[in-house]
């Protein structure tokens, strides 16, 4: 049933924000000059895939985990971008083709080897990663790993339409900061 709600939904989403969408790119082209940003991920069954997003972060900044970047790496689009979660539209492409759900855990980098233990030991992996999920409205990012997989575990064991939905319009409606950037140089 929520495969069938995420595939509605993506689809519609990306009809309705293909305007918004247009508009962000050519933002982000003049940002940055690069506008979609796409990293390998660690999804279902462990399997990769490439996650895409609008890029929030100049494209010299090293592939790390969101909390080991550092917050001069941020621009000042991808600072607005982050903060009215404007960066993940793009996702809705991931969830459509199958890759995430709208609702789960976060995907991971497939060097989080602390959180991908942890996951692995509490069968997070069995299902599609989302982008919104208890961990997220609830703001526990990937820098707590233990307590981020036992999230999405309990998060699992519960999860039905009523929680899908209800952690839709959380993450809608502004519940949740993300992955935090560290502060200062680094």
Same mark, same amino acid.
């Given at each position: 049933?929520?495969?069938?709600?995420?595939?509605?939904?993506?689809?519609?989403?990306?009809? #309705? *924000?293909? /305007?918004?969408?247009?508009?962000?790119?050519?933002?982000? !082209?003049?940002?940055?000059?690069?506008? $979609?940003?796409?990293?390998?991920?660690?999804?279902?069954?462990?399997?990769?895939?490439?996650?895409?997003?609008?890029?929030?972060?100049?494209?010299?900044?090293?592939?790390?985990?969101?909390?080991?970047?550092?917050?001069?790496?941020?621009?000042?689009?991808?600072?607005?971008?982050?903060?009215?979660?404007?960066?993940?539209?793009?996702?809705?492409?991931?969830?459509?083709?199958?890759?995430?759900? #709208? *609702?789960? /855990?976060?995907?991971?980098?497939?060097?989080?080897?602390? !959180?991908?233990?942890?996951?692995?030991? $509490?069968?997070?992996?069995?299902?599609?990663?989302?982008?919104?999920?208890?961990?997220?409205?609830?703001?526990?990012?990937?820098?707590?790993?233990?307590?981020?997989?036992?999230?999405?575990?309990?998060?699992?064991?519960?999860?039905?339409?009523?929680?899908?939905?209800?952690?839709?319009?959380?993450?809608?409606?502004?519940?949740?900061?993300?992955?935090?950037?560290?502060?200062?140089?680094?």
């Amino acid at each position: 049933m929520l495969r069938v709600l995420d595939i509605f939904f993506s689809a519609v989403g990306l009809i #309705l *924000v293909a /305007p918004l969408f247009l508009a962000l790119t050519i933002a982000g !082209l003049f940002d940055i000059g690069s506008p $979609l940003f796409r990293q390998t991920r660690v999804g279902r069954n462990k399997k990769p895939f490439t996650l895409v997003k609008f890029r929030t972060m100049r494209p010299d900044t090293a592939h790390v985990a969101t909390h080991l970047a550092d917050a001069s790496a941020v621009t000042a689009f991808g600072k607005f971008l982050r903060r009215t979660k404007l960066d993940e539209l793009p996702q809705l492409w991931n969830v459509l083709k199958g890759e995430m759900s #709208l *609702v789960g /855990p976060r995907p991971c980098l497939p060097s989080q080897n602390e !959180l991908i233990e942890a996951r692995e030991r $509490l069968d997070v992996f069995r299902v599609r990663p989302g982008i919104t999920g208890l961990a997220q409205v609830n703001d526990i990012d990937m820098s707590t790993p233990q307590l981020l997989a036992e999230t999405d575990a309990r998060m699992l064991a519960l999860l039905g339409v009523g929680d899908y939905f209800r952690y839709i319009l959380l993450t809608v409606f502004g519940k949740g900061s993300g992955d935090r950037v560290r502060s200062g140089q680094g």
